[in-house]
């Protein structure tokens, strides 16, 4: 109950496409959803992030849709380049009195030039 | 403002070692967080400190300990290493409950 499901493993998209990475949770007291990019040999960065009462969020190319009563979320990204080439990571916060977070497994994003 | 950061970047260790990492959280900021990371997978939460206290734990064995100095700064200890235990760690730094920053990591060998 406590995972977070994330498809694909891996994506390869055209320069201008739009890369949509999904996630699935279980526990309906999650509170709090945020995507991760990773670039090799770094530390995960936060990119966007949502809470359940919103069912959509925009920031720049990157738009989070979140469907509450499926249980799940996606990211989008607009106008891909090749810099967006990274790992992407969705995660799920407890509730407030818990502080883990739980991590997807993680979607490898190549974008070709 | 130098964000997260951590020591060392990478670290190689022969099994049974002890090993110590450490953590200077973003200016402001008074919570640690640590996490594994190993390789292809999502980070998993090994624990928090806050107010120089152990607040929660994830699956890890005692061999993971923890210690938060008052400066905020942290250290993760892993005892008696095993291969499995190769791996990024993680630390993250948060003010209360909100968002939580992580550093660029300390990669380990365990040989």
């Known amino acids: 109950q406590q995972q977070v499901k994330q498809s694909p493993q891996s994506l390869i998209v055209q320069k201008g496409g739009i890369p949509i990475i999904n996630c699935a949770y279980e526990?309906?007291?999650?509170?709090?959803f945020p995507w991760y990019q990773q670039f090799p040999g770094k530390g995960p960065a936060l990119l966007i992030a949502i809470r359940p009462d919103v069912s959509e969020k925009k920031e720049g190319r990157f738009t989070i849709s979140f469907n509450k009563s499926a249980k799940q979320f996606s990211l989008h990204i607009m106008d891909s380049q090749p810099g967006d080439s990274a790992t992407y990571f969705c995660a799920a916060r407890p509730p407030a009195g818990t502080y883990k977070y739980i991590f997807g497994t993680g979607t490898r994003l190549k974008v070709l030039a | 403002d130098a964000g997260v950061t951590q020591s060392p970047t990478h670290l190689i260790k022969t099994r049974g070692q002890q090993v110590t990492l450490r953590c200077s959280p973003k200016?402001?900021?008074?919570?640690v967080s640590w996490y594994q990371q190993a390789l292809g997978q999502g980070p998993q939460f090994i624990f928090q400190y806050y107010e120089e206290e152990e607040r929660q734990r994830g699956n890890f064995p005692d061999r993971f300990s923890g210690h938060q100095f008052p400066n905020y700064s942290s250290e993760l200890n892993v005892n008696a290493l095993l291969l499995g235990d190769s791996a990024l760690y993680l630390c993250a730094s948060s003010s209360y409950y909100n968002e939580q920053f992580f550093g660029p990591g300390t990669r380990l060998t365990v040989l």
């Open positions: 200016s402001g900021h008074d919570t």
């Open positions: 526990n309906t007291a999650f509170d709090y």
